[in-house]
C-alpha cells in the first residue's frame, strides 16, 4: 500500500530551528511537496522536491533522499506565526495529478 | 496575489439533497482539482480536471459526484445526494502545471445533517 508517515507533533522554542521528517512508501515516486496549514484555513504551498537534495527558500528549507524515502522541511528564526500544521504529500509515478498526503505535524512554538 | 475564490464559505443541507459548490480557479490555471479533509482527518483527492474533462478521480469519487466547468471561470462540485459522511472541508485548488504546487481555495465547509 501507499503510506506517508510524519510524527503527529513537535514542540519548538520562538527563534530555534526545527526539522520536520517526513517518510513514504508509495508507487513510485514523482514529486514530494510540503504545506502549511493553519487550522480551519486552506493548505498553503511551501516547497517541491523532485531530485535529490536541498531547496532552500528563505526561511524554509526542504530535502529529499529518493533512495531512501525521506524528506525533511526544516525551518529557521522560528516565529509565533510558524504554528500550523505541516503537511507532506508525494505524487507517485502512477499519477500526474493526484497527491497522496501525510496526515501532518502539527509544530507548536513556545516563547 | 491571485487566489482561487469558493462559494459558500459555509453550507448546511439535508441528508439527501444536493449541493454544488463552487469555485473560480486562477484565470491562467490549467489544472483544477478538488479536495476533503474530514475534520482532523489527511487531506484527501477526489478528482483532477484537465482541458474540459476528468483526467484522474479516487475511489471516493462515486457516482454521486460530478464536476463542470459551465464557462471559463467557474468550476463546480456537485453531490447529487449528500450522506452524513460528505460532511467535510472541501477545496479546490489549481495549478499551472501538473506538476507544480497548488493554490488551494479557501474551502467550503459542509455539514450534512
Known amino acids: 500500500g501507499q503510506n506517508i508517515d510524519q510524527p503527529t507533533e513537535m514542540t519548538a522554542t520562538e527563534g530555534a530551528i526545527v526539522q520536520i521528517n517526513c517518510t513514504y512508501q508509495?508507487?513510485?515516486?514523482?514529486?514530494l511537496f510540503w504545506y502549511q496549514q493553519h487550522a480551519g484555513e486552506a493548505p498553503t504551498f511551501l516547497s517541491y522536491n523532485v531530485l535529490d537534495g536541498l531547496e532552500e527558500k528563505g526561511r524554509f528549507s526542504s530535502f529529499l533522499s529518493r533512495s531512501k524515502g525521506y524528506s525533511y522541511l526544516l525551518l529557521k528564526e522560528l516565529q509565533m506565526k510558524d504554528s500550523a500544521s505541516y503537511l507532506c504529500a508525494v505524487r507517485g509515478s502512477d499519477s500526474n495529478y493526484q497527491l497522496i498526503w501525510g496526515a501532518g505535524t502539527k509544530l507548536i512554538i513556545k516563547p | 496575489e491571485p487566489e482561487v475564490t469558493q462559494t459558500p464559505s459555509h453550507q448546511v443541507t439535508q441528508m439527501g439533497q444536493e449541493v454544488i459548490l463552487r469555485c473560480v480557479p486562477i484565470s491562467n490555471h490549467l489544472y483544477f482539482y478538488w479536495y476533503r479533509q474530514i475534520l482532523g482527518q489527511k487531506v484527501e483527492f477526489l478528482v483532477s480536471?484537465?482541458?474540459?474533462?476528468?483526467?484522474?478521480k479516487s475511489e471516493i469519487f462515486d457516482d454521486q459526484f460530478s464536476v463542470e466547468r459551465p464557462d471559463g471561470s467557474n468550476f463546480t462540485l456537485k453531490i447529487r445526494s449528500t450522506k452524513l459522511e460528505d460532511s467535510a472541508m472541501y477545496f479546490c485548488?489549481?495549478?499551472?502545471?501538473?506538476?507544480?504546487?497548488?493554490?488551494f481555495g479557501s474551502g467550503t465547509r459542509l455539514t450534512v445533517v
Open positions: 508509495t508507487s513510485g515516486f514523482n514529486g
Open positions: 485548488a489549481s495549478s499551472v502545471q501538473a506538476d507544480w504546487g497548488y493554490t
Open positions: 480536471f484537465y482541458n474540459n474533462e476528468i483526467s484522474e
